[in-house]
């Protein structure tokens, strides 16, 4: 800095530190300066630049904020990842040439500085109503002529009028990257850009993996958005050959609303001003859902949120590895029953309602029509698959524009009402096998069926079985569970022959049961004991040690909240695991049937939430060994002749060493509708994702409806259902009406206060299991419970989940599981 403008800096500073700290809304070449506690403020008084602290007060960054609502973010930050220790900083405006620096030290360390299109002399930097902070000429206003906009320069959220994607000219990308976590604005490593691809999308990363693709546009909307009701947004795609990017904007302009790339959740979030509450409200969220993963069913699968398991092969085509489907693993995705050549005879198979593939190898032509790009499609042996790119007027069948897909088809996700046309290349035999079927309807047909096939078999299967997991007993536990003496641990072994008799051959009859590990039948011992027999699939691939090894181990799990293995059998290929067997089927079977569900009353299910509330503490509490389940759910809860639960089917459980408390694992299994959010879309899983599902399940034991069916008017899951009515100070509406004249509210509202800390968005603001018991077993005083995470608190959009209606008979979960194999 010379001595002219060191001492023009000087006497600014003088100046200025007689104002009011809001200076006006630009800065202009008679006062060039922004120091540290001085802001420009948007002529309309929404927006603010100045210096602030997310973290250490001694960290300042320069950024925007909505004034006065400052909400769980400031929208744009210059410094991100080099913070001014002090209140050193100061933004100067050269005035011979525009250029924007921030420096700290005594304007003697530039910590940043902007990257002009072109010199402006005698400059004017303004903050705009929109939020939008630009260095402009004094007399041009035109945004074409900008030099600099902070626009252009994303930090983590995207306002109305901004755009997501590329100026192809200058090269800009403008993507939005997550802060790194709460006190450090610095990137982390999520999040979302516009992918370039010859049919462009926008697609969310973690680090360099893609997370949730949000499909192309299709002239109407991007590919995989649902419909919405009352939408507040209009969005707004431009591809051209100068520019390709996505903007959001306002329906009601006096509306404030910000898009979020939250690092900590792993979620792109709205938020909506409410000016009556006078705070940001999450309006949406995404990821949606469980299907939203990317590429969860693999090539040529596609997900279908409404079933279990989710993923389904498209029509014609079969799991490439039938085991790993069969444990819900989905490995591999899907391949063509019948090979296809080139030159083979080839049509169509039109499926609907789909969310289109990843677009990375696409073609597109915007003027074709839809027999033109058939053709098209038809020529070449590698295209797999086309569909219009403009949908507007489709349902009159004028549809515009060709995209072509090459390679393999990845990431198709059902979309009821919302989804569009895709047409699959097959082969011509493999069509006229499915004949007619293909034109319309054709999987909603099949959903239909595939729901009334799982209902059918739902009452007809009790419950299952399913354990294979390590555990060390743990020693100071003795009163809640059965002392057993170091010579007993030998497992009786059962003879094949016996087994055989006791099952009548493994007769149909005595057919109890299927999962993802095998079958389960009831038996019946020489001495009349009643055991339910755990017939392992031959895929489960283990050794037979190792098979021994770990049924010694789970054998020595014993706590009376948890099934009881009585011993195995091996012989050959067959590996079975014997069990008692639970005359009363499980928990699903009473509280969602309508004639069952009069059964339990609020006393007995106090029991089973205490009993379930124990033997999970027991699973995570042991001292060397951490066992954690991962797919607790009411079908897992067995009941015993006098009603007491007992959790079963460990087949996800998962052994942590000594201090660790969870983990991380690729192969999210488990059961949507109780996967805590950092496990369904980030695989890790803790003590505290168990605390999550026991949240979910502590919920449905008190309302009687099923979290992964419900189907509210208003709301969009049982957790938010029981949110608002919990706000709205209408909690006990939530319970079931079998217990509702009966019941201690006292203890329902202590069941639902410790229900909702369950289900927070954060893994640290659950309890632990023992908390859990503690809260349960005495009058402590409850914390009350922050908004709920992960779902979305009142999101108007129409899914037509609730066609599939809450059924009120034992619906069969298919449960998803599989033995780690270590
Ligand atoms: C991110 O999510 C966490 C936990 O839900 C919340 O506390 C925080 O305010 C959010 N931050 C942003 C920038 O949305
Ligand atoms: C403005 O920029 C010019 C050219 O880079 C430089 O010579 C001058 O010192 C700068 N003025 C200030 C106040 O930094
Ligand atoms: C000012 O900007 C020009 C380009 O516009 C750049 O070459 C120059 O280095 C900048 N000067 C300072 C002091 O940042
Ligand atoms: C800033 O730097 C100048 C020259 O290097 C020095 O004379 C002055 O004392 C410094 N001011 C402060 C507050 O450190
Ligand atoms: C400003 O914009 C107008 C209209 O787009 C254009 O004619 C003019 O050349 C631009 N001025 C500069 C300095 O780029
Ligand atoms: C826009 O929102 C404001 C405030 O929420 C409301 O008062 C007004 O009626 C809305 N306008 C329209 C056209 O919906
Ligand atoms: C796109 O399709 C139109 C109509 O079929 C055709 O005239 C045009 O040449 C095509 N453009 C390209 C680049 O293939
Ligand atoms: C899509 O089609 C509709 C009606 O056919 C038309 O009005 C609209 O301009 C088209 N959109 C694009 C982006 O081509």
Request: neutral net charge.
């Amino acid at each position: 800095m010379d001595s002219f403008s060191a001492t023009l800096f000087a006497f600014n500073l003088a100046l200025l530190l007689f104002r009011s700290a809001a200076i006006s809304d630009s800065l202009t070449a008679q006062n060039p300066y922004l120091t540290d506690g001085l802001s420009l403020v948007s002529s309309n008084g929404n927006f603010e630049l100045g210096f602030f602290s997310p973290g250490l007060p001694t960290n300042r960054y320069l950024g925007i904020w909505y004034k006065n609502r400052r909400g769980p973010t400031s929208v744009w930050v210059a410094n991100r990842k080099t913070p001014i220790s002090g209140s050193s900083g100061v933004l100067v405006m050269n005035i011979t040439t525009g250029n924007l620096t921030l420096f700290s030290h005594n304007s003697t360390v530039v910590v940043w500085s902007a990257r002009l299109m072109r010199k402006v002399p005698n400059g004017v930097l303004q903050l705009l109503d929109t939020g939008n902070l630009v260095l402009r000429d004094r007399e041009d206003e035109n945004p074409q002529n900008y030099s600099w906009q902070s626009f252009d320069y994303p930090s983590d959220t995207l306002l109305p009028g901004m755009k997501l994607g590329w100026d192809l000219r200058y090269n800009i990308e403008r993507r939005l990257e997550a802060w790194n976590n709460l006190n450090d604005p610095s990137p982390g490593d999520f999040s979302w850009r516009m992918e370039l691809h010859e049919y462009p999308e926008t697609v969310m990363w973690k680090g360099s993996r893609k997370y949730v693709r949000h499909g192309p546009w299709n002239g109407v909307r991007l590919s995989s958005r649902p419909l919405a009701a009352a939408p507040i947004l209009n969005f707004n795609f431009v591809s051209n050959e100068n520019e390709v990017y996505y903007q959001i904007s306002l329906v009601n302009k006096s509306h404030s609303v910000m898009l979020v790339m939250n690092q900590s959740s792993y979620t792109r979030i709205l938020y909506l001003w409410s000016a009556a509450e006078r705070r940001w409200r999450v309006y949406t969220s995404l990821p949606r859902d469980y299907c939203d993963n990317y590429a969860l069913c693999g090539p040529y699968g596609y997900c279908d949120i409404r079933v279990t398991p989710s993923c389904k092969c498209l029509e014609g085509f079969k799991p490439r590895s039938p085991d790993s489907w069969k444990t819900g693993e989905f490995a591999d995705g899907c391949e063509r029953n019948k090979l296809m050549n080139c030159g083979d005879e080839v049509g169509f198979a039109h499926l609907n309602q789909m969310k289109l593939p990843d677009t990375t190898h696409t073609w597109v032509n915007k003027s074709m029509n839809l027999e033109e790009c058939k053709q098209k499609c038809l020529r070449d042996c590698s295209c797999m698959a086309y569909a219009n790119t403009n949908i507007s007027g489709s349902g009159s069948g004028s549809g515009s524009g060709c995209a072509l897909w090459f390679g393999d088809l990845i990431d198709l996700k059902l979309i009821p009402d919302a989804g569009q046309d895709l047409y699959v290349r097959m082969l011509a035999s493999e069509i006229v096998m499915h004949g007619e079927a293909h034109k319309t309807g054709r999987l909603n047909s099949k959903v239909k069926t595939a729901l009334f096939a799982i209902s059918g078999l739902g009452s007809a299967i009790l419950f299952f079985i399913i354990g294979v997991y390590i555990f060390k007993r743990r020693s100071t536990f003795e009163d809640d569970h059965e002392k057993i003496e170091a010579h007993d641990l030998e497992l009786p072994l059962f003879d094949l022959s016996l087994i055989n008799s006791a099952t009548d051959n493994f007769s149909l009859n005595n057919k109890l049961g299927e999962g993802g590990f095998g079958t389960v039948y009831k038996g019946k011992l020489t001495n009349g004991q009643d055991v339910a027999v755990k017939r392992l699939s031959q895929s489960s691939g283990q050794g037979t040690n190792e098979f021994k090894n770990e049924v010694i181990l789970i054998a020595k799990l014993q706590h009376r909240n948890l099934v009881k293995l009585l011993g195995c059998c091996i012989e050959g290929d067959e590996k079975m695991l014997v069990y008692e067997y639970m005359p009363n089927k499980s928990l699903d079977f009473f509280i969602f049937d309508k004639t069952q569900r009069q059964l339990l009353s609020w006393s007995k299910r106090y029991r089973i939430i205490c009993g379930v509330a124990r033997g999970l503490m027991y699973l995570h509490q042991d001292s060397r060994l951490r066992i954690i389940h991962r797919d607790l759910k009411a079908s897992n809860v067995l009941l015993d002749m006098d009603m007491n639960p007992k959790i079963s089917d460990f087949g996800l459980a998962k052994t942590c060493g000594g201090d660790q408390t969870g983990g991380r694992t690729l192969r999210v299994m488990g059961t949507y509708g109780y996967m805590a959010p950092e496990y369904a879309f980030d695989g890790q899983f803790s003590v505290k994702s168990d605390a999550f599902s026991y949240g979910i399940l502590l919920l449905e034991i008190i309302s009687g409806k099923r979290s992964r069916t419900f189907c509210h008017l208003n709301d969009q899951n049982l957790i938010a259902y029981a949110w608002r009515l919990w706000k709205e100070g209408n909690i006990e509406e939530l319970l079931d009406d079998a217990i509702r004249e009966t019941c201690s509210l006292s203890e329902v509202l202590r069941c639902i206060n410790i229900s909702l800390l369950c289900v927070q968005q954060h893994p640290n603001d659950r309890p632990t299991m023992s908390s859990v018991v503690m809260m349960l077993g005495c009058e402590i005083p409850l914390s009350q419970p922050k908004q709920p995470g992960f779902f979305i608190e009142n999101e108007a959009i129409e899914m037509k989940r609730c066609s599939s209606k809450d059924k009120s008979t034992s619906t069969n979960e298919l449960t998803i599981t599989l033995p780690d194999p270590r």
